[in-house]
Nanobody, 115 residues
Framework: VQLVESGGGLVQPGGSLRLSCAAS????????VNWFRQAPAKGRELDAA????????HYAFFAKDRFTISRDNAKNTVDLQMNRLKPEDTAVYYC?????????WGQGTQVTVSS
């Protein structure tokens, strides 16, 4: 199982970023996907989740109306479009799968929102 996040960077408040997670080594379309984030000195928190088919999504209260999760089962990728970013969105962002009871994580991608 390999998960590789990309797309992070430095962005000004109010800006946008699109994160992507490329997955390999398992049947991607069989599993729901989560995006988590972890800010310095804080625990990991869920941003958004999407079902295996992409027909159902869930967002944390802080992500609603700003973040959009999507997936492409043909390409084995899942994206997180983040708009109207705020300084408090600064964190390392991770995609996550629970495969047969085991949580799998990528290495994360750093998002920094600062002027």
């Amino acid at each position: 199982v390999q998960l590789v996040e990309s797309g992070g960077g430095l962005v000004q408040p109010g800006g946008s970023l699109r994160l992507s997670c490329a997955a390999s080594g398992f049947t991607f379309s069989n599993y729901a996907v989560n995006w988590f984030r972890q800010a310095p000195a804080k625990g990991r928190e869920l941003d958004a989740a999407i079902s295996d088919t992409g027909s159902s999504t869930h967002y944390a209260f802080f992500a609603k109306d700003r973040f959009t999760i999507s997936r492409d089962n043909a390409k084995n990728t899942v994206d997180l479009q983040m708009n109207r970013l705020k300084p408090e969105d600064t964190a390392v962002y991770y995609c996550n799968f629970n495969i047969r009871g085991a949580d799998r994580w990528g290495q994360g991608t750093q998002v920094t929102v600062s002027s």
